[in-house]
């Protein structure tokens, strides 16, 4: 599994995708993670997350649940 990170500074938002985590994982497979793929990786990880929350939201939670995904 991917490790993932979420840090929001000062409303700048840094990379959900560890890179070095990611090119680990490729390796695994013997495959290669190039930084566009990781970059793709880490939008698509953005946009399930925000999917998760508004799920959450809805249902008049604030914590995100396994079953949000």
Known sequence: MLKIIILIIGGAKRMLVVRKAAKEAGK?????????????????????????????????????REYDF
């Open 28 to 64: 695994k497979y013997e495959m290669r993670f190039p930084d566009e793929t990781i970059d793709a990786l880490d939008k698509y990880l953005d946009e399930k997350i925000k999917k998760a929350a508004d799920r959450a939201k809805k249902n008049g939670r604030s914590t995100l």
